[in-house]
């Protein structure tokens, strides 16, 4: 079945630690997003790309990372620069920039 | 600035009736499109219409329909014959391609049907 992935759906790390998340997605969409979403919030746009090797700051990007070496592979690091690294972690892709988002699970990220 | 407001924190309705989600906007932008998501407890966001700037008639897709109001600048979800599995968060989104191709969310309503 097509669709996007995001592993793993719960994740546990301790302060000071890099961690990455994973999102793959099998639609041979270009673009790709990562959002985070906190409780009782909307979507904040962390990173986007709409190419192989290309891609930019969203409104959040301070203390993450990203690469897009592949078309189906979206990974996102979240470093210990973040601050507030806690939330819910989001992964999306459309076949165009404009188009409607396809969302992975998520990934729910805790800190301690 | 460009920006999504959704002023009802939570909405309740009785199975079977209809019921409508506020969605206001502010763009400056001639060229944009509309957005309605579904937000189930499992967390998965979910598509449910999409209604462009330059559409002169109004958006449907099965039971929902956006009420489009571009001098107005809403885009209302309705959900008519609500049922049980429609219990959701839904969020209103725009897409603007003027400073980078970006979507923005509003801060979601949480629907509650009733049995």
Excluded at chain 1, 1 to 10: E, M, V
Excluded at chain 1, 32 to 40: E, L, S
Excluded at chain 2, 101 to 113: E, M, N
Aim: net charge neutral.
């Amino acid at each position: 079945d097509g669709g996007i992935t995001q592993s793993p759906k719960y994740l546990f790390r301790k302060e000071g630690q890099n961690v990455t998340l994973s999102c793959e997605q099998n639609l041979n969409h270009d673009a790709m997003y990562w959002y985070r979403q906190d409780p009782g919030q909307g979507l904040r746009l962390i990173y986007y790309s709409q190419i192989v090797n290309d891609f930019q700051k969203g409104d959040i990007a301070e203390g993450y990372s990203v690469s897009r070496e592949k078309k189906e592979s979206f990974p996102l690091t979240v470093t210990s620069a973040q601050k507030n690294p806690t939330a819910f972690y989001l992964c999306a892709s459309a076949r165009g920039s404009g188009g409607e988002q396809y969302f992975g699970p998520g990934t729910r990220l805790t800190v301690t | 600035a460009q920006k999504i407001t959704q002023t009802q924190p939570g909405m309740f309705v009785q199975e079977k009736e209809a019921v409508t989600l506020d969605c206001t906007y502010d763009t400056s932008d001639q060229s944009y499109g509309l957005f309605w998501y579904k937000q189930p407890s499992s967390g998965e966001m979910i598509f449910l219409i999409y209604q462009g700037s330059y559409d002169e008639q109004n958006a449907t897709e099965g039971r929902y329909s956006l009420n489009f109001q571009k001098a107005r600048k809403s885009a209302n979800l309705v959900i008519s014959a609500s049922q049980l599995g429609d219990s959701a968060m839904y969020f209103c989104a725009m897409f603007r391609n003027t400073g980078g191709f970006k979507t923005i969310f509003g801060a979601g309503t949480r629907l509650f049907v009733k049995a």
